[in-house]
């Protein structure tokens, strides 16, 4: 079982910036693909970023593209979402997910990943 680790979140106002930071246990970390989904409440999971297992690749939801980036260091099992220029549509809860398969063109999809973070609550006011 693949624990994921959490933090960086917080209330910020509309223009700020935030890094989430989501740490992995066990040591195949850099056999898996990694997300982040988020969610608010009434409102159905939402892609907003994916990397491959080295790194080589983004993918990113037109919502966020421009102005987040997800990047990771396999050496420190970490995945990271650097949020900038927030706005009050990025309200919501933030999970970071892992996939052990290697479907690269599903990674938007939720039930591509079989391990999934406690969530991290980003509020952005106006």
């Known amino acids: 079982q693949v624990q994921l680790v959490e933090s960086g979140g917080g209330l910020v106002q509309a223009g700020d910036s935030l890094r989430l930071s989501c740490v992995a246990s066990g040591r195949t970390f850099g056999a898996y693909k990694m997300g982040w989904f988020r969610q608010d409440p009434g409102k159905e999971r939402e892609f907003v970023a994916a990397?491959?297992?080295?790194?080589?690749?983004?993918k990113y939801a037109d919502s966020v593209q421009g102005r987040f980036t997800i990047s990771r260091d396999n050496a420190k099992n970490t995945v990271y979402l650097q949020m900038n220029n927030l706005k009050p549509e990025d309200t919501a809860v933030y999970y970071c997910?892992?996939?052990?398969?290697?479907?690269?063109?599903?990674?938007?999809?939720?039930?591509?990943?079989?391990?999934w973070g406690q969530g991290s609550q980003v509020t952005v006011s106006s």
């Open positions: 997910a892992a996939s052990p398969m290697g479907n690269w063109w599903l990674a938007m999809r939720s039930d591509e990943y079989d391990y």
């Open positions: 990397i491959t297992s080295r790194g080589e690749s983004r």
